[in-house]
């Protein structure tokens, strides 16, 4: 199962909201039914809150090895995004989350699942 | 004729909604003047209801076998885009659904078609 | 003269409006100035009335032979543009119609003219 | 200096607004300081009045000859882009328009200025 | 240390508030725990106020000799992006302003900060 | 099965040899196991003998219908490849002949297939 | 360990000899001392025998299932590359066989290993 | 046809012999069958005699003008390259010269075209 | 001084001679007259001996620490690569072994620097 | 007139021949017919003489000035090519030397020259 023990969390580094975006291209994951390998580029976006509320980011080493604990794991692709999203929210308590997941093509069709949490930052909007 | 009866659905993973695109890039039809082949690009977009609600996800090799029956099938660009919407809302009722087909040159015209079911949701406008 | 009886048209084959694009990028006319030809990329965006209000889509091969006409002709790269768009309004009375025409450079400088009827749909801002 | 009285005009073909633009790619001009050459793209775009209000368009050599004044000019890149402006917004008195300088790297670092007269068109924004 | 008392600035050459853009693409810090180097691109973008209120610009030169500062500094991503706003925020005292460091990939992850003052102006949004 | 009768010819404009490249971007057939379609790219590249010693050229058209016709075969990459060559040189006799195809993804490996007749022209090696 | 008994094997369909290349894009392996994961592309050119002296080709689906088996196995680069054409000499005893990995990168260093058995095709040199 | 006479030469500057390159890229003419138009680029590539030996180059406007007299021409894709290549050859009779053209696709097939006059120079072979 | 010391090396894992190929992309030494940073992407390549010849590959951690040792060293871009050169032919002893340096640019110019130390392997030429 | 007593020069670092590759992007001369400004990217490359033998490098900003001085002057693209060779060849008198200039547009017809003194060393033949 994806490993959510191993995120670890530092204070953010402002009290202005800001936005941080981790693209890791390097994600793997099983097909739940036929056993094959998913490959996939992940990419967070998120806004913590300010510091003197005590808004958290999240550690970058941490979140590989979370990514990692997928790498045999069987789960539908629009399952994937649902899951890092909710298990992200619990640990760093944003203002805004989003995950994109971007998979290379089966069969010639590829995918893309977008999930938000809360509402993108005005400054983010049409990006 | 394109075949509705090989769609295969299952249930939204989540109460939230959020955006799942499928991007097709090997998809053929036929002129229906000339008969001469066309090749395009399909795109898929929409946003399932929540799953309290119902919501339904397309499954993936049912909507390739779907595309592929129109391979030997003579219909207009504008025609074959709004089919596909049509069918697909039929079979996973959604929030909002967006077909886009981007076709193959012909006479050195490229073309676009883009057909919306339902409001475009506000964190993907300008996208 | 640019010879707009080339043009055909046909039945919208829907109820709801959608967005048409077509993007012919072998353009030519001439300098009205100097006779020296000029090349571009001419793209047609435009949303048809719904099919039960008379909506009517522009025949492709028509507009392509429409364009050829513009082949031994003098015109601005700003009459060029104005000229389309007008004689596209005239035989399909579209809810929205945009010409970007995206000449090749001369003497360093190239040029993009932009001219809409109608307001852009909200589906289409920012893009 | 950068000599003005090259520009010439002529009227608008259209009654309607629409959006012209023009992107120099081969602009060249003297850092004031080091005497150094400094590179750069420099476009510009504008919307002019209609025609039954004297709307007016630069013609395109003219506009290359202005570009080539400034080749042995020397003057910062924030300058540069403001005096372009306001010598445009003398000549054709547009509805909008907008400079921007793309400046090839200094040191590691490339800059872009955009200085803009009156509002942005509402079909151009976010463009 | 970062040395902000390198920065050197000038008055804004307009009345009218416009926007510049700086993009750094050789930027070099250190990893605070492990030494490691990390190489980003970092963009500053701002609009000074007009020249009658005392806006001002900050001096290319003097901003390449600040980004050097960092070279053998150990710093988070988010705090760096942080530190360089406040920074110049001090100096230039602008209308708006904003940093943006795309850094490049650890681990299979690369990362992108994004921190304003100010709020982004009309003619920006959605860039 | 492919229909080799659909080819036309006609004589090469020149005494001396030259090279000839038709790249075909929408190539489609089946697999003959699984009756899934598949899609690519064909290239042909020849050498005619020169016109006094009855060189002959590939008329075009009827170059598009032959490849049309593989559309509803099933049949593998290798053998598709070996065919097209095979019929080629039965038609045209020429000095050199290279059949290229480049097929999209199939699990995440995408294939490309070389067969030649004759050597390849002094003028072409390394390209 | 790599798992070569999945591999099967069939006739070249030709008694010429031809260059066939399959590009697997979703290769991932594991690093022998850290245990994370490597990401690679995983190139395999190759010569078959003709059909008449007993020349044959990998068969495809094979071909991935042995690429999956090295999922959780830890190899260097060089090994990984030398094994991967070892055992497909063996089953398929070729002309000319070349393998070439094209590895993600690893604290800033991306790198690429390439393998050959016996002698490039004159075809092929300097691609 | 084709207007051989406007072109313009003058002496090659050095008694080396070295490569010319003319790279036009807005080149038309017509199907000889069709009527309809085609574009493509024209790449000429030359090697003169040395000054001392009567070197000749082709000036570059007279070239220009020379590939207008094509525009309302019929002529094959194989024919328009045999052409441009002997009236280059007749008046700057060149140690090498290659034409080199590169056609737009037509129902889905575009094609390049590449004749040469004397032997490639040896420091372009492979180029 | 750049460090040598921090090399390690392991044995090659093959008999036949094979190209190993490490592109550092984060590469960064200072300017030895001005101070300034200097940055650049390093490419090694090589060919060790056979195993039974005692063939050794360089680690790729230890390599990734050299190049750290540059980074405030000063050196011309020219000296630099040959440096690199001298220390990895000390460790390896390579059959075949080339360094290319890839330098941002500086005024307006960017260099590349290329040194090897034995012949290119056949395989390898025109590459 | 192109200034060659800007030139400095200074030892080559290495005993070993190695290719040294200067490309500057922001080269401008004058037509000398029509007085409009050409804009143009020159790549140098050379082999400088072994150290022991007196090879000499070309020292950067040395090459920069001397590029300047073209800025005002009236010259074809053949001539600037050969005039820029031979006035290196006489400061560093090289193994090999190369220029090539690319040159932007003027009518639709981009442009490069090559001209080389001595043979491509053996390693960068069909580079």
Known sequence: MPDATVFEVFP????????IEHIAEEFTSMCPITGHPDFGVVTLRYEPHAAKD???????????????????????????????RDDL????????????TNWKGRGGIRSVVRVDFGDVPKHFLGR
């Open 89 to 100: 929210v619990k640990v760093i308590n944003p203002n805004w989350l989003q995950i994109e």
């Open 12 to 19: 953010t580094p402002s009290d202005s909201p800001f936005v």
């Open 54 to 84: 005590g808004g958290k980011c999240i550690e970058l080493k941490s979140l590989k090895l979370y990514y990692h604990s997928f790498r045999n794991e069987g789960a539908f692709f629009e399952a994937v995004t649902n899951i890092i």
